[in-house]
């Protein structure tokens, strides 16, 4: 059960900010990319997967980066699940942000607001050439654009590539102003996405909820339970 004093903390929040990664993904069937068996966890395969996913490998084999992308990164079918949901509706509310290093779309699916995609959206596509986007089918179906032959490619951060502006200061907006951080399904490891910490303010209460426990140099409330149990079990009013 939630402690009803963290429940509290979630209901008297004005500016509740969630940093999130991959591992609130895994309950909706996408891989957590850093764990056993997971996509970086690679064994035989040629090279690691930092260089398919890099500027390189797209400048100099745009094939086997379309390749590698195609069968590794892509979960078409995964739908939403109740951590997605329950953090969606309270952006909803207006008191709520999320910044997430996830590139699969299924904040959007929930119709979260207030969302800053720290690495991007793999559904979000384009052509290198003219610039165009292009629907997720029409990428699927080949990686040059029908229009004029250009090499399409998803607007997500490749390793070599940096954040983008505008996102980089939506994030440090969200953190700086937020009076409650919740940490979920990362390990806060990553950077540039573990330095958004460097900017919160330090009256701010943390909340990091994982499987295992995670370490900080600052406070942190540690809860260690499945992300999907917190959420089921977390009291969300989806108005203001």
Do not use: W
């Not at 939403?80 to 910044?99: C, D, F, M, S, W």
Request: proline share 6%; aromatic share 10%; glycine share 6%.
């Amino acid at each position: 059960m939630i402690p009803s004093e963290l429940q509290s903390k979630f209901e008297q929040a004005n500016h509740l900010v969630f940093l999130t990664g991959a591992g609130i993904s895994t309950p909706s069937g996408i891989p957590d990319y850093r764990s056993k068996g997971g996509l970086y966890d690679r064994g035989a395969a040629q090279h690691p997967a930092e260089y398919y996913l890099s500027q390189t490998c797209l400048q100099t084999e745009p094939a086997v980066f379309y390749d590698f992308v195609m069968k590794n990164m892509y979960f078409p079918k995964a739908r939403p699940n109740v951590i997605h949901e329950k953090q969606a509706a309270l952006t909803r509310t207006g008191r709520a942000a999320i910044v997430t290093q996830n590139v699969d779309g299924l904040y959007q699916q929930a119709a979260a607001t207030n969302l800053a995609e720290f690495h991007g959206n793999l559904y979000h596509i384009y052509c290198q050439k003219c610039q165009q986007t292009v629907s997720y089918a029409a990428y699927a179906h080949s990686m040059y654009h029908q229009q004029c032959g250009g090499i399409l490619r998803p607007d997500i951060v490749l390793y070599g590539e940096g954040i983008a502006p505008t996102t980089l200061q939506t994030s440090l907006t969200a953190v700086r102003q937020a009076d409650l951080i919740v940490i979920v399904g990362t390990s806060m490891r990553v950077y540039p996405f573990s330095g958004l910490l460097d900017y919160r303010n330090p009256t701010a209460p943390v909340v990091a909820i994982n499987q295992e426990p995670l370490q900080f140099d600052f406070p942190v409330t540690m809860i260690t339970m499945a992300a999907e149990q917190f959420f089921a079990e977390l009291a969300v009013d989806d108005h203001d």
